[in-house]
């Protein structure tokens, strides 16, 4: 797992991971105070997205898990959904990037509440 530094306060940001088992992996963020969120993109290769809303989730790549050999993972030490624009800096939101093993490892586990049990 790699933890994605280098996050500021700033609207708009580019991060460029390089050097990663997958080569280097390009991510966008976009801060938006009208929709009180994050939004991000992320290029790798010749694949690439755009515009979608940061969410915590164990990996955020997993409907791309048979296009790419990694994921991302959003984690927040609050357990909050990243809304403010000093979430990374604070640092209350975690973006990390899975590897393979871990994507796998994370797309196979039961997510199930323990209410249902």
Request: aromatic content about 18%; hydrophobic content about 35%; overall charge negative.
């Amino acid at each position: 797992m790699y933890k994605l530094t280098g996050l500021t306060d700033s609207y708009n940001q580019k991060i460029i991971v390089p050097n990663t088992s997958y080569g280097d992996i390009t991510f966008y963020f976009h801060y938006s105070d009208t929709q009180l969120s994050w939004w991000y993109g992320v290029e790798w290769e010749n694949w690439g997205f755009q515009n979608h809303r940061l969410l915590l989730s164990p990996n955020l790549l997993d409907r791309f898990r048979n296009i790419i050999p990694f994921g991302v993972s959003c984690v927040s030490l609050d357990g909050g959904e990243p809304l403010f624009q000093s979430d990374f800096v604070y640092p209350r939101i975690q973006i990390n990037i899975l590897t393979t093993d871990e994507r796998n490892a994370v797309h196979t586990k039961d997510f199930r509440p323990y209410i249902y049990e």
